[in-house]
T-cell receptor, first 111, second 112 residues
Framework: EPEVTQTPSHQVTQMGQEVILRCVPI?????FYWYRQILGQKVEFLVS????????KSEIFDDQFSVERPDGSNFTLKIRSTKLEDSAMYFC?????????FGPGTRLTVT | GQNIDQPTEMTATEGAIVQINCTYQ??????LFWYQQHAGEAPTFLSY????GLEEKGRFSSFLSRSKGYSYLLLKELQMKDSASYLC?????????????FGAGTRLAVHP
């Protein structure tokens, strides 16, 4: 069964550093998403991406965040200057018919 | 605004039936999903409803009433491994694209 993969599974970084979280969506999907979940809180929408463009972003997704699909398979989320409050699980999802498939997530810890 | 409400916690006995309710107020409604999430793991898809009525899938069923902004997830023949958080998520369609808006989740504890 096809699946969404994410790397790394866990990233530890110092405040102010840049991080790039990587995702490989399911190959024939066209819509991609990033969500985050702060420990003990609900899953929150960050951004949706279609046809190499951001289609919608939430208020969380400020200028510190960016997404791109550099090579037609990977889908990346970059945080330019991490803050302590960016510590969370980051989930990538890709959309097929009537279902969003979630990757296993990257746990980001900012110290 | 967008709002999704579900109970914070529920407990149930192994072998029993439990119903987890979800009410929502969203714009651009384009379907309702239920996901299961074990601690530290990603959400996994359980069910999807876009039309009113009941969808059955093995031990899990989900019901939707769009006019009432209401859904429930029904779990039958509960097993210990069903202890998890259950997330109600509404797919909201705007500008030609979908996003999922999640409720805070219902933490279900199944005990012997």
């Amino acid at each position: 069964e096809p699946e969404v993969t994410q790397t790394p599974s866990h990233q530890v970084t110092q405040m102010g550093q840049e991080v790039i979280l990587r995702c490989v969506p399911i190959s024939n999907h066209l819509y991609f998403y990033w969500y985050r979940q702060i420990l003990g809180q609900k899953v929150e929408f960050l951004v949706s991406f279609y046809n190499n463009e951001i289609s919608e972003k939430s208020e969380i997704f400020d200028d510190q965040f960016s997404v791109e699909r550099p090579d037609g398979s990977n889908f990346t989320l970059k945080i330019r200057s991490t803050k302590l409050e960016d510590s969370a699980m980051y989930f990538c999802a890709s959309e097929g018919e009537n279902e969003q498939y979630f990757g296993p997530g990257t746990r980001l810890t900012v110290t | 605004g967008q709002n999704i409400d579900q109970p914070t916690e529920m407990t149930a006995t192994e072998g029993a039936i439990v119903q987890i309710n979800c009410t929502y107020q969203t714009s651009g409604f384009n379907g309702l999903f239920w996901y299961q999430q074990h601690a530290g793991e990603a959400p996994t898809f359980l069910s999807y409803n876009v039309l009113d009525g009941l969808e059955e899938k093995g031990r899990f069923s989900s019901f939707l009433s769009r006019s009432k902004g209401y859904s429930y997830l029904l779990l039958k023949e509960l097993q210990m491994k069903d202890s998890a958080s259950y997330l109600c998520a509404v797919r909201s369609f705007s500008g030609g694209y979908n996003k999922l808006i999640f409720g805070a989740g219902t933490r279900l504890a199944v005990h012997p």
